[in-house]
């Protein structure tokens, strides 16, 4: 199976900026639509944003249009997250996710790292 690690997340003031990794393990992370959901505590896990397996089209969910940015190398098998403007709306766990479809729904995902902590304070 897929393991999936993220790593870069962190404590960081409102109007800062982190940049989130995933490290995928395996030869064929390009065959996978990757996409960033996030989960705060006592809310459902919610899309953020997905990436098409060569990297070409990408999709946002409304409320980080503008703000985040996320991107594949398919050399490294890493997918990022660049997250900025960031809102304490934003706090929540962040989590990677790999899939055979592009699809904003989670069910459409089968493989997902342990999620990374982003705070953002006022």
């Known amino acids: 199976q897929v393991h999936l690690v993220e790593s870069g997340g962190g404590l960081v003031q409102a109007g800062g900026f982190l940049r989130l990794s995933c490290a995928a393990s395996?030869?064929?992370?390009?065959?996978?639509?990757m996409g960033w959901f996030r989960q705060a505590p006592g809310k459902e896990r919610e899309f953020v944003a997905r990436i098409s397996r060569s990297g070409g089209a990408t999709y946002y969910a409304d409320s980080v249009k503008g703000r985040f940015t996320i991107s594949r190398d398919n050399t490294e098998n890493t997918v990022y997250l660049q997250m900025n403007s960031l809102k304490p709306e934003d706090t929540a766990v962040y989590y990677c996710?790999?899939?055979?479809?592009?699809?904003?729904?989670?069910?459409?995902?089968?493989?997902w790292g342990q999620g990374t902590q982003v705070t953002v304070s006022s």
């Open positions: 996710a790999a899939g055979v479809s592009a699809s904003y729904s989670r069910l459409a995902y089968d493989y």
């Open positions: 395996g030869r064929t992370f390009s065959t996978y639509y």
